[in-house]
Nanobody, 125 residues
Framework: QVQLVESGGGLVQAGASLRLSCAAS????????MGWFRQAPGKEREFVAA????????YGADSVKGRFTISRDNARNTVYLQMNSLKPEDTAVYYC??????????????????WGQGTQVTVSS
């Protein structure tokens, strides 16, 4: 199994930037495709971004394209989410997740096998 721990969340003003980190332990994340999801109060968990094993391919939700960038450092067993030009509607708990399957629909939360505990991001207007 792999354990995932997110960090880097906080309270920022609109237009600011944050970088979230997801540190993995237990297994090398090079075995997994990785994703970020978020969940705002009263809403369902939604896909934010995902990245392939070797970082050759990345995917992002339309709502964050051009603002958020997912990356991974397999040597550090860590995945990152760089968030720029933050908006109040980005306020949510952000979760890191790992998909071990051969075929993963990376935009679907139920495709992921392992999840972190989440980190709160709050963007004030």
């Amino acid at each position: 199994q792999v354990q995932l721990v997110e960090s880097g969340g906080g309270l920022v003003q609109a237009g600011a930037s944050l970088r979230l980190s997801c540190a993995a332990s237990g297994r090398l994340i090079s075995r997994y495709r990785m994703g970020w999801f978020r969940q705002a109060p009263g809403k369902e968990r939604e896909f934010v971004a995902a990245i392939s094993w070797s970082a050759g391919s990345t995917y992002g939700a339309d709502s964050v394209k051009g603002r958020f960038t997912i990356s991974r450092d397999n040597a550090r067993n860590t995945v990152y989410l760089q968030m720029n030009s933050l908006k109040p509607e980005d306020t949510a708990v952000y979760y890191c997740a790992a998909c071990s399957g051969i075929y993963c629909n990376l935009g679907r939360a139920n495709e992921y096998d392992y999840w972190g505990q989440g980190t709160q991001v709050t963007v004030s207007s």
